[in-house]
């Protein structure tokens, strides 16, 4: 059963840092790829970061760029949203997701989310 918990989420001030884990089991982590996906009231889900465990490759959304920062560790299989320099804009529930890396913008598994609120 494919499983994917997140944690790390809360409550900071704009300007402050978080970070996010997605710890992942019941696939093949190495082959697949993990994304982290937000959504803020009102709006329509969005991709914010991803990368391929595969080879590394890592994406951003523009607006997240030089300020986040996505890594995996194959040993914990976890992957990680470093988040720096946090905006109100920023403040949505922030889900991991895990499909192949070709499907990694529409993934299958989806973990149940958490809350980053950022005050100004």
């Known amino acids: 059963e494919v499983q994917l918990v997140e944690s790390g989420g809360g409550l900071v001030q704009a300007g402050g840092s978080l970070t996010l884990s997605c710890a992942a089991s019941?696939?093949?982590?190495?082959?697949?790829?993990i994304g982290w996906f937000r959504q803020a009231p009102g709006k329509e889900r969005e991709v914010v970061s991803a990368?391929?465990?595969?080879?590394?490759?890592?994406w951003y959304r523009d607006s997240v760029k030089g300020r986040f920062t996505i890594s995996s560790d194959h040993a914990k299989n976890t992957v990680y949203l470093q988040m720096n320099s946090l905006k109100p804009g920023d403040t949505a529930v922030y889900y991991c997701?895990?499909?192949?890396?070709?499907?990694?913008?529409?993934?299958?598994?989806w973990g149940l989310g958490t809350q980053v609120t950022v005050s100004s």
């Open positions: 997701a895990a499909d192949y890396p070709y499907r990694i913008y529409t993934p299958e598994y």
């Open positions: 019941g696939f093949s982590f190495d082959d697949y790829g």
């Open positions: 990368i391929s465990n595969a080879d590394g490759t890592t």
